[in-house]
């Protein structure tokens, strides 16, 4: 079975945030994700807001309600009162919990399960109380204790950081290398009972051999990538659009 693609909305709402408008749109832009066939919408409010607003949650779950009713909805981030707040609040199909310091510019690492276990335990069984899934943030890292700690906090899901494989780019011996340990880490999660996501800079180039390692990946999670890619191919014709608004013929 294919992966899922849930768009990460984080990259388009930065944008958006360079000005007081209201464009771009993070839900018009949802809508057209949507109705591309993404499977869902994610988003990574941190508490400084410079990315996802608060206000924009209550948008984008609508949008899924009223027009999307098959399309899930991940609200990623760390497990403090706010946080765990607003996920009871908009009640997403998905909540990935990621070890975050607000002063992190992105997040850069999965847990230590060993050493946040019980917080993870807590948090997982007040979220799955309100019935919602709950994947955590792992390392690529093939360690089978920490995982079988990962899978007894109940969590159903783990989310493989996949930040230093996006990375190697330019490098695809080392992308290879990491691409190894994400599989046997997947494998190892997965016999464990646990499903399987990733995200963090993956983009077109690098998909198909993480999915080839991972060939029981559930979802990916994916913004940057995309959105720099929806620039790129939506330049052309966007051009033409404002040339034509200064009264050029195209
Ligand atoms: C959890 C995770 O990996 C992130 O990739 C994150 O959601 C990205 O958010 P930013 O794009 O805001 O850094
Ligand atoms: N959950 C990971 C995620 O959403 C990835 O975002 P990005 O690195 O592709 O921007």
């Known amino acids: 079975m294919a992966a899922k693609l849930s768009v990460n909305m984080n990259a388009v709402a930065m944008l958006r945030n360079r000005r007081d408008l209201p464009w771009p749109s993070v839900t018009a832009l949802g809508r057209i994700a949507l109705q591309a066939g993404a499977s869902g919408l994610t988003v990574h409010p941190r508490p400084d807001q410079r990315h996802i607003r608060f206000s924009d949650l209550a948008p984008i779950r609508n949008l899924i309600d009223d027009e999307f009713p098959d399309a899930e909805f991940n609200m990623e981030g760390y497990p403090n009162a706010e946080f765990l707040e607003l996920v009871e609040r908009h009640q997403p199909e998905q909540v990935t919990l990621v070890p975050d ?24 069984a007040r979220l799955k109380k309100n019935g919602l899934r709950v994947s955590v943030f792992a390392d690529g890292t093939p ?10 906090t109940g969590a159903d899901r783990i989310e493989l950081y996949t930040g230093p494989y996006g990375g190697c780019f330019d490098d695809e011996q080392k992308a290879a290398m990491i691409a190894i340990e994400l599989g046997k880490t997947a494998k190892i999660g997965h016999e464990l009972g ?17 999915a080839k390692h991972i060939p029981m990946l559930d979802e990916v999670s994916i913004g940057h990538g995309l959105t720099a890619d929806a620039l ?18 195209v």
Do not use: K, Y
Not at 101 to 124: I, Y
Not at 194 to 209: C, K, R, S, W, Y
Not at 232 to 249: I, L, S, W, Y
């Open 101 to 124: 310091d607000p002063a992190q510019a992105t997040s850069d690492h999965g847990w230590d399960f060993r050493a946040n276990a019980e917080l993870l335990a807590d948090v997982t």
């Open 143 to 152: 360690d089978r204790e920490a995982l079988t700690i990962a899978r007894e």
């Open 194 to 210: 646990l499903g399987v996501n990733a995200g963090h800079d993956l983009t077109v180039a690098n998909m198909p051999l993480l």
């Open 232 to 249: 790129e191919f939506g330049m052309a014709e966007t051009v033409r659009r404002f040339r034509r608004a200064c009264g050029q013929t």
